[in-house]
């Protein structure tokens, strides 16, 4: 380096400092006379909205849901009564066709993307798709049989879901959330189902978060999760031990698990989860009418998370997929109707499937 530059280091550290003394003294300080600092008992703080030790939260994931073979039996379908609420099948319906299902399930895609994330807002939003594909053999039918088995063996069922989620807190310890969503469910393929089809699903809870280890919610839901359109309370109930170790993640009725926490990157789940949609049938909607299978099932199971590396972790899923409902309605105009858990509605078909283990493995981008 030439000597002239040597020289002419320090005035690179002199001259700033020059003009910050010159502006320092060219200041009118009698500007800043009514300033006042800011009170700390003035700043409005917020909930947070979560509590430590529960299981990362998934952005992304991708997964591959599998049952293992049970029996699908199916009775009639009698076309259709004026009322649309209902094709006249009671309870006691024989039945008229019956196979052996040797597979059913197919990949999962769940999203769950921040829109807002600040202290008095947390938006959040995901586009979802879930496949339960079938593999039937053995089929026997008589002449009243619908042919259902034959269609579900060739298009099976796919469910197309949009979920908006808001977390809304009021002060430090109480806050809302607020989800709705949107669901197409069907036999479609690459052209989709009618729009009118399209079923919403909502849910409210008001909650308070005791403390970094316990919060808890009470609130109302529209949902289909077991099929059937039904309101249902819920409560949430999400608390974590002292040590870390164990606790509870519970959105009753959806889903309730206990938790055991190996490490900060290995936890355990235990419990259930409901599952289920409307799917409409197209060979079987005639004219406006939309014939919907609906689809729920009651899976107690347990599930091993375990960190792979950074965000991204696996999770493996083991359980007994119990059979709520295979049954089917029409719904008149595809408008839905209510008969929640003590409506005398008759069905459309009457179908059960027998109970049977399922699996489902993946892998997931998360945050903690």
């Known amino acids: 380096m030439k000597k002239s530059t040597w020289i002419l280091l320090p005035l690179l550290f002199v001259f700033p400092l020059f003009s910050i003394a010159q502006d320092e003294d060219d200041e009118d300080w009698s500007m800043y006379d009514d300033l006042e600092l800011v009170d700390e008992g003035d700043i409005k703080r917020y909930a947070k909205p979560t509590i430590v030790g529960l299981s990362p939260t998934r952005f992304l994931s991708v997964s591959f849901d599998m049952q293992t073979p049970y029996t699908m039996n199916l009775s009639a379908a009698r076309f259709p009564v004026s009322q649309g609420t209902g094709w006249g099948v009671d309870e006691a319906a024989p039945i008229s066709e019956s196979g052996r299902v040797n597979f059913t399930g197919g990949m999962r895609f769940n999203s769950n993307i921040p829109i807002i994330s600040k202290s008095n807002l947390v938006w959040q939003s995901g586009l979802n798709y879930m496949r339960v594909g079938y593999n039937i053999t053995d089929i026997e039918a008589d002449g009243n049989a619908s042919g259902l088995t034959s269609i579900l063996n060739e298009n099976g069922l796919n469910n197309l879901n949009w979920t908006n989620t808001f977390f809304v807190p009021i002060s430090e310890e109480n806050f809302f959330i607020f989800q709705g969503s949107l669901d197409m469910s069907g036999d479609f393929g690459f052209s989709l189902q009618p ?82 949609q409307s799917y409409r049938i197209n060979d079987f909607s005639a004219g406006n009418n939309s014939y919907e299978i609906r689809r729920g099932e009651l899976r107690p199971r347990i599930e091993l998370q375990r960190k792979i590396s950074g965000p991204f972790w696996a999770h493996f899923q083991a359980g007994y997929r119990m059979d709520w409902t295979f049954n089917a309605d029409e719904l008149s105009g595809s408008r839905e109707f209510f008969r929640g858990f003590f409506g005398t509605q008759d069905y459309g078909m009457v179908n059960n499937l027998t109970n049977t283990v399922y699996f489902n493995i993946g892998i997931s981008f998360v945050t903690l």
């Open 195 to 276: 729009f009118n089809t399209i079923r919403w699903s909502l849910a409210a809870v008001y909650a308070k978060r005791v403390s970094e280890r316990k919060r808890w919610g009470l609130g109302l839901a529209r949902t289909y999760r077991v099929g059937n359109l039904n309101y249902v309370p819920v409560v949430m109930y999400d608390v974590t031990s002292a040590d870390r170790k164990w606790g509870t993640e519970i959105l009753f009725p959806a889903r309730a698990h206990g938790r055991y926490n190996f490490s900060k990157d290995a936890l355990l789940l235990f419990g259930y989860e409901l599952e289920g």
